[in-house]
């Protein structure tokens, strides 16, 4: 028997609701079956757990960056850099909107949030970052043994300094450090210092 999309959004609706006015340690899942104005039963048909609900909610509300990714992974008649610029753009724009949508939030629970996305992101755009690189390397653009520790550090830099709640930031701050890693990439992939400036554009 397929699952029922409406139904399956209308749970994640649910759960964005209630976060508007509580944290998440205290909605349960039948909090979140009453609000959704189903079963509770029901809610396990779709998911296992309420950590589950919550991982869903993030990836649905920020799932842009990542079908750009995949998308742009495919994509070899565009050079490899320009399309992590692409990439950083999308963490960029996903950074902000998340920021948007969380406003109402406490701060115990945009920490756990927080966790929650940059973790969902890192995991899920590092092997297509991966593999845009590797296609560089093989293309003689970009000179580097490492493409999967390459991607892992740059997504890493770009969420946090992106999300700014870790380590908490003003905005001039954190163009330099996107200067710096820029930089780094130049100096690591044997690119001319300036030729990448483009990616924090």
Do not use: W
Request: glycine letters at 4%.
């Amino acid at each position: 028997m397929a699952k029922d999309q409406k139904k399956y959004d209308l749970i994640l609706d649910a759960l964005q609701q209630l976060l508007r006015s509580r944290s998440v340690q205290t909605i349960s899942v039948s909090d979140i079956a009453q609000a959704a104005g189903i079963g509770k039963g029901s809610i396990y048909y779709y998911f296992p757990s309420k950590e589950a609900i919550v991982e869903a909610l993030v990836q649905r509300n920020y799932e842009a960056p990542l079908k750009t990714a995949q998308h742009l992974s495919a994509r070899q008649d565009i050079p490899p850099f320009t399309r992590m610029a692409m990439i950083f753009q999308a963490c960029r724009s996903s950074s902000t909107e998340y920021s948007k949508s969380e406003a109402s939030t406490g701060a115990q629970e945009k920490a756990f949030l927080h966790q929650t996305y940059m973790n969902h992101l890192i995991t899920a755009l590092k092997p297509v970052l991966s593999e845009i690189i590797r296609q560089g390397i093989q293309a003689g653009e970009i000179h580097f043994a490492y493409p999967d520790e390459l991607a892992e550090m740059v997504l890493i830099i770009l969420t946090v300094k992106m999300d700014n709640t870790i380590v908490p930031s003003t905005k001039e701050e954190i163009e330099r450090t996107i200067t710096a890693l820029v930089s780094l990439l130049e100096k690591g992939t044997e690119n001319p210092p300036g030729s990448l400036d483009f990616l924090i554009k």
